[in-house]
């Protein structure tokens, strides 16, 4: 019974919802982003690639208008807009995007700049010999085929692929809860990973790997991703691929020399490139660089101009790699749909083991439909020489019977499409020469079912004649054809290049000025005491930290959370104006204040302290964050929080508590931590830490008092094992407890 299409179905707001989103969702994965793992292709491309080949567009014929082949497959095959199928077409036409081209464009197609192509109506397509290899035996029942979306015709589920496509060329899709990111290889090197894996069912991926030792892509380039990162991406599905731009130095006279970039890594527009590094010229963050030209014509031809011909090209191209994308990362995410139509994430062995599994059931169906082919020519045949043997017979019979098509059948036991060959034979076939050739095609014919039996009978044969196709594609898009030469260099992982901060920016004078509510800036120059103190800030603020630094250098802020968080000098806002609060900066909640800021000093020590009374020391080197959400380093409990931080330059330390008791110990009782709460520096039975100090025991303990300047250099009496109570400070010492 129809549903009445009026009627109003009542259902939970959230179930309704769910259900149609969950059927988006699976339109979206199974019918759009992920290619099937037996092709590699998506719908869109693989309904390209039939309507091109229904309208005759073969590698050998004239091609035709994009627009022609684009109105066919939104007409009758893929219902989506025209400008959607159109850039699908140019993709696969482009030498720069797709490592093997299935679509040979006549026309303006793009280029690497990030140009656009030429509208429909004025480029021509049509299909590579690579395109042919993913069709061939399409008319041979290899594959199962579905009703369009009308129903006024079919498509294929899926192609034959004679050709290892979804590793070859790659793929790239964003479906709803996933993603698939494939970057192309070499299909040389992939069929013999394939060969190999015939005679190896389980060979282990380490040795697919050397055989498919990474990506090719269409661009070049230099892999320097560490093999065992390569290794593990492969054996995971998941992972990343690192390339640089391949360069190189050209020598000019007097001595000078630029750096020639002939090849850019997969998927980076130059155009783009060129502006970013032109960018970074202009803000000055590139100074071992002069300048930036583009002179490339077909070939890629980036010249990059050193500032003196004293540069050293590594340590320069190591800035670039650094802050442009001469260098970037491309993800492997290999999520497909298998044969069952099924998203999964694979690694290397079972996809290409879904790919020869694929092969095989092809090979097994254009077998058998040859097989009744040719069993049904055989029938023909058996009553074709029927006619030879009975001549005269035959054309008396179709001469003077009524039924002629009758008699044939009774009088000679004849099939009905025996008789009906027999009654459509032409007068001149009756001639000797025809009856040889039809007893030679008989023999002919008989001996290929005899193989044909054979190969369907024994899974070795089979096995055998899938190697010997691929051992075909090999030959003809393998590593000795120009399309097929590798194009990106495997390189082992480069040698870590400490590239100096004024390589990648000017090193300048600067004086960064913190206020108490948070509000930092730097100014150009270092400021004089008298100048900082002239300094303005915002009405009810005033200053706090006031620090010499230079561009080039990072800030370390300690907060009373034991967290640590990073400045960069030359990301600080400057001018005049009160500058920016650098909560907006970093993760700095509200409720946590600043204890320290302070110059980053690589190889000092610093001694870290909480008001509860403990602390340790820790390398300044092991305190960079590299995020915003900072490091944490002291780890505090409430109500405890972090109240110290200092540089470890001394051998003693002087602490004193709320109760004014001070205590003197060495500094090498303080042990080095990475992190943690630390040890007891100095016990309290009532109140906690008040201020702590390290000096050098020889030099005594100095504070001031008012104008005068006090030392104590006999510190023996408050001397103590770490983690005791102390005594009572010297005579003189001032009441808020501070050394300062």
């Avoid at 070859?168 to 394939?194: F, K, Q």
């Avoid at 972090?642 to 004014?660: F, H, K, Y």
């Amino acid at each position: 019974m129809v549903d009445d299409p009026n009627s109003v179905l009542e259902k939970p707001l959230a179930e309704a919802l769910g259900e149609r989103y969950l059927a988006y969702a699976l339109s979206t994965i199974v019918a759009r982003s992920l290619p099937d793992v037996r092709d590699g292709l998506k719908p869109v491309h693989r309904r390209l690639l039939y309507a091109m080949r229904e309208l005759g567009l073969q590698p050998t014929s004239s091609p035709k208008k994009s627009a022609r082949v684009v109105g066919d497959v939104i007409g009758r095959y893929h219902p989506h807009g025209d400008v959607a199928v159109y850039d699908s077409l140019v993709r696969l036409a482009q030498d720069f995007a797709v490592r093997y081209p299935l679509v040979d464009g006549q026309g303006n197609f793009g280029n690497i700049d990030g140009d656009n192509a030429a509208a429909m109506r004025y480029t021509e397509a049509r299909l590579t010999e690579v395109a042919r290899a993913l069709l061939e035996g399409i008319d041979e029942d290899a594959v199962d085929f579905r009703d369009t979306y009308d129903g006024d015709g079919t498509e294929p589920v899926v192609l034959p692929a004679n050709f290892p496509n979804l590793l070859a060329n790659g793929a790239a899709g964003i479906a709803v809860g996933m993603a698939t990111s494939i970057p192309p290889h070499n299909v040389g090197e992939l069929c013999d990973a394939l060969r190999h894996l015939i005679k190896h069912p389980e060979a282990p991926i380490d040795k697919l790997v050397e055989l498919v030792p990474g990506p090719d892509f269409p661009t070049g380039g230099i892999l320097v991703e560490p093999r065992d990162s390569v290794l593990e991406a492969y054996r995971s599905g998941r992972g990343g691929f690192r390339v640089r731009a391949r360069w190189e130095v050209e020598k000019r006279p007097q001595g000078t020399w630029h750096i020639v970039v002939v090849e850019l890594p997969y998927q980076v527009q130059k155009s783009k490139l060129v502006e970013r590094i032109a960018s970074l010229l202009h803000d000055r963050k590139l100074p071992l660089l002069e300048d930036v030209r583009d002179e490339s014509a077909e070939d890629i031809r980036l010249i990059l101009v050193p500032k003196s011909r004293n540069v050293d090209p590594t340590v320069l191209m190591a800035s670039l790699f650094h802050a442009t994308d001469l260098e970037n990362r491309f993800p492997l995410n290999l999520n497909v749909l298998d044969k069952d139509t099924v998203p999964r994430v694979m690694d290397l062995r079972t996809t290409l083991r879904a790919f020869l599994d694929h092969r095989l059931e092809v090979l097994e169906r254009r077998s058998r439909y040859r097989l009744g082919r040719i069993d049904h020519r055989l029938e023909v045949l058996n009553g074709l020489l029927i006619v030879y043997l009975n001549l005269d017979e035959v054309i008396r019979i179709i001469r003077y019977e009524d039924e002629p098509k009758g008699e044939l059948i009774r009088v000679f036991t004849l099939t009905d499409s025996q008789a009906e060959a027999i009654l459509n034979m032409r007068l001149r076939n009756l001639r000797r020469l025809e009856e040889m050739e039809l007893r030679r095609e008989f023999d002919d014919l008989t001996a290929e079912r005899a193989g044909l039996v054979d190969l369907l009978a024994d899974a070795s044969k089979r096995w055998e004649a899938v190697g010997k196709e691929i051992g075909e594609i090999k030959k003809k898009f393998g590593k000795s054809t120009m399309l097929g030469k590798r194009r990106t260099e495997i390189a082992d992982a480069p040698p870590t290049i400490d590239v100096p901060p004024e390589a990648t920016m000017e090193r300048e004078p600067v004086t960064v000025l913190c206020s108490e509510k948070g509000w930092i800036r730097t100014v150009k120059g270092h400021l004089s005491p008298d100048e900082a103190a002239e300094a303005r800030y915002k009405d009810g603020d005033r200053a706090r930290f006031v620090i010499h630094a230079e561009t080039v250098d990072k800030l370390l802020l300690f907060a009373t959370n034991g967290r640590f968080y990073t400045l960069f000098v030359d990301k600080l806002p400057g001018g005049r104006s009160g500058g920016e609060p650098v909560r907006l900066m970093v993760e700095l909640g509200n409720d946590t204040d600043i204890i320290a800021l302070i110059k980053h000093c690589p190889g000092r020590r610093l001694l870290l302290a909480a008001d509860d009374g403990r602390g340790f020391q820790v390398d300044e080197d092991g305190v960079v964050a590299q995020t915003r959400a900072g490091k944490q380093v002291l780890n505090v409990e409430a109500p405890a929080e972090a109240c110290l931080c200092l540089t470890a330059d001394g051998d003693t330390v002087c602490v004193i508590g709320q109760n004014r008791k001070l205590l003197v110990f060495p500094l090498d009782e303080v042990p080095v931590m990475t992190r943690g709460r630390g040890v007891v520096l100095q016990r309290y039975k009532d109140g906690g830490l008040s201020d702590l100090i390290v000096i050098r025991l020889a030099d005594g303990l100095s504070w001031t008092v008012g104008t005068r300047r006090q030392t104590v250099t006999d510190l023996v009496p408050w001397q103590g094992p770490r983690g005791s109570t102390g005594r009572l400070p010297p005579n003189g010492f001032p009441r808020s407890n501070r050394f300062t």
